[in-house]
């Protein structure tokens, strides 16, 4: 489940409408090597949050992330990006940024 959450993150932030089916899928698949490559530790903490990310929107919208449409997971990306928690922000901003990065390398 935590890889269908990272692939709808993905097609989140990069949307089909703009980039394409193509470049999503290099980039969800460059966004999985790279959280294989991650030391333990942060592989450990990057699989827990990203558990609670997938699963906290069945208290908003009452379904997994990855079964929610685009405007819907924007939405509670939106609300994990403000939350005043900075560990929430930070798992946003570390997703985020790997996909942007992953957008210029494929």
């Known amino acids: 489940m935590e890889?269908?959450?990272l692939w709808a993150l993905t097609g989140t932030f990069l949307p089909g409408e703009k980039f394409g089916p193509e470049l999503i899928n290099q980039s969800g698949l460059f966004l999985l090597r790279e959280k294989g490559r991650f030391p333990?530790?942060?592989?450990g903490l990057t699989g827990v949050a990203t558990w609670a990310f997938g699963l906290g929107?069945?208290?908003?919208?009452g379904r997994l992330?990855?079964?929610l449409n685009l405007a819907q997971r924007k939405a509670y990306?939106?609300?994990w990006a403000s939350s005043?928690?900075?560990p929430m922000?930070?798992?946003?901003r570390l997703i985020q940024s790997?996909?942007?990065?992953?957008?210029h390398e494929t």
Do not use: E, G
């Open 3 to 5: 890889d269908r959450i």
């Open 40 to 43: 333990d530790y942060i592989r």
């Open 57 to 61: 929107s069945l208290a908003l919208y």
């Open 65 to 67: 992330f990855f079964s």
């Open 77 to 79: 990306v939106a609300v």
């Open 84 to 86: 005043p928690l900075p």
């Open 89 to 92: 922000q930070d798992y946003i």
């Open 98 to 103: 790997l996909v942007i990065l992953s957008s």
